[in-house]
């Protein structure tokens, strides 16, 4: 792959496996000082820290490859689960029940995570490359923090709403969508140091800062990857 270094593959890897690792831990549930959040908590914020390091240091085009991995592979890991979750159990295994608990995520599920995710990551990478040209490079944290603002209130919206509207009551969903939203932006926020020690390593390895003055941020456009 002309033009990828080894970092941004490793990086790019780690994004796919924080989004396939996030979407099987997703259905356990857990409870944090009363409040219920999906498993996925975890790690997912992840993937929007790694979202975030990415645009800031390759721009939008690359990211933009990185997030359509993102959903080809989580599609390939669902059409497998469900494919061997079809086939004939072993008649001394007992675990099919368990099985289907777990990989076998629902339609309605299945659809809820592909657009929310498709929806809330590439918000989050439109507008950190909007305002890194807007600021000139300055406020990295204003850039990381806001755009996953957007990009992770958007993502917990569409996937609530689509996920769960007519079985949850309104105020129910809002609730939902509201502590998921402030615990994954809170995570964004405490790993801040983090996300600054990254960036600022990966533009010194790299020798690259790129600004997105000239990209054309057509989600569906991954032939050319500086365009």
């Known amino acids: 792959m002309p033009g990828h270094t080894t970092r941004f593959l490793i990086i790019a890897v780690l994004f796919v496996a924080c989004?396939?690792?996030?979407?099987?831990?997703?259905?356990?549930?857990?409870d944090?000082?009363?409040y219920?959040?999906?498993?996925?908590?975890?790690?997912?914020?992840?993937?929007?820290?790694?979202?975030?390091?990415?645009?800031?240091?390759?721009?939008f085009a690359k990211v933009r490859l990185v997030i359509w991995l993102g959903f080809a592979a989580n599609l390939f890991a669902v059409l497998?689960?469900?494919?061997?979750?079809?086939?004939?159990?072993?008649?001394?295994?007992?675990?099919?029940?368990?099985?289907?608990?777990?990989?076998?995520?629902t339609p309605r599920i299945l659809a809820a995570s592909f657009v929310a995710y498709l929806i809330g990551e590439f918000a989050n990478?439109?507008?950190?490359?909007?305002l890194k040209v807007a600021t000139e490079g300055r406020m990295l944290w204003l850039r990381t923090i806001g755009s996953s603002?957007?990009?992770?209130?958007?993502?917990?919206?569409v996937f609530v709403i689509i996920a769960f509207w007519g079985i949850l009551p309104s105020n129910m969903l809002l609730t939902t969508i509201a502590v998921l939203a402030i615990a994954?932006?809170?995570?964004?926020?405490?790993?801040?140091?983090?996300?600054?020690?990254?960036?600022?390593?990966l533009k010194r390895s790299e020798g690259i800062d790129h600004y997105d003055r000239e990209t054309?941020?057509?989600?569906?456009?991954?032939?050319?990857l500086q365009d």
Not at 19 to 30: D, E, F, G, R, Y
Not at 37 to 58: H, W
Not at 84 to 93: D, E, H, I, Q, S
Not at 125 to 130: D, N
């Open 36 to 59: 219920i959040l999906p498993g996925a908590i975890v790690i997912f914020p992840i993937s929007y820290i790694i979202g975030d390091v990415l645009t800031e240091v390759y721009g």
């Open 149 to 157: 603002v957007v990009g992770q209130s958007l993502d917990t919206s």
């Open 184 to 201: 994954k932006i809170g995570y964004e926020i405490l790993a801040t140091p983090v996300t600054y020690a990254i960036v600022n390593w």
């Open 80 to 105: 497998a689960f469900t494919i061997v979750g079809l086939l004939p159990a072993a008649g001394f295994w007992t675990g099919q029940e368990a099985y289907d608990v777990i990989l076998g995520g």
């Open 19 to 30: 989004l396939l690792v996030s979407n099987i831990t997703a259905v356990k549930l857990i």
């Open 216 to 224: 054309r941020f057509n989600p569906f456009s991954v032939s050319h």
């Open 32 to 34: 944090i000082e009363g």
């Open 125 to 130: 990478s439109y507008i950190l490359a909007r």
